[in-house]
């Protein structure tokens, strides 16, 4: 049974920083793209973070460019995205998702292109 539960949500202030965990289990997570979305009330879900299946190639959107870094340990089966600079617009729930390892040297920002989600994580940013 493929799981990804995600962890490290919760309130900071702004301009604070916090770090999600993403463990996965019942997958060949090594040999996966693995990317971070989020959604926020009333907004539909939207990308965040992606990186290959070796760290080696990574991408952002543009809101949160400078400010988040994802990173992934192959050894742990994690995936992590640190977050500094937090804004109260950086307010969402987080979810990390999995891709196909046919696609695995591949960045991708659409959706479709991961199978697998966590249940994700609140992260609230007050001002």
């Known amino acids: 049974q493929v799981q990804l539960v995600e962890s490290g949500g919760g309130l900071v202030q702004a301009g604070g920083s916090l770090r999600l965990s993403c463990a996965a289990s019942?997958?060949?997570?090594?040999?996966?793209?693995m990317g971070w979305f989020r959604q926020a009330p009333g907004k539909e879900r939207e990308f965040v973070a992606a990186?290959?299946?070796?760290?080696?190639?990574?991408d952002y959107a543009d809101s949160v460019k400078g400010r988040f870094t994802i990173s992934r340990n192959n050894a742990k089966n994690t995936v992590y995205l640190q977050m500094n600079s937090l804004k109260p617009e950086d307010t969402a729930v987080y979810y990390c998702?999995?891709?196909?390892?046919?696609?695995?040297?591949?960045?991708?920002?659409?959706?479709?292109?991961?199978?697998?989600w966590g249940q994700g994580t609140q992260v609230t940013v007050s001002s």
């Open positions: 998702a999995a891709g196909s390892p046919k696609l695995s040297a591949v960045v991708s920002r659409g959706r479709d292109e991961y199978g697998y």
């Open positions: 019942g997958l060949t997570f090594s040999s996966r793209p």
């Open positions: 990186i290959n299946w070796s760290g080696t190639n990574t």
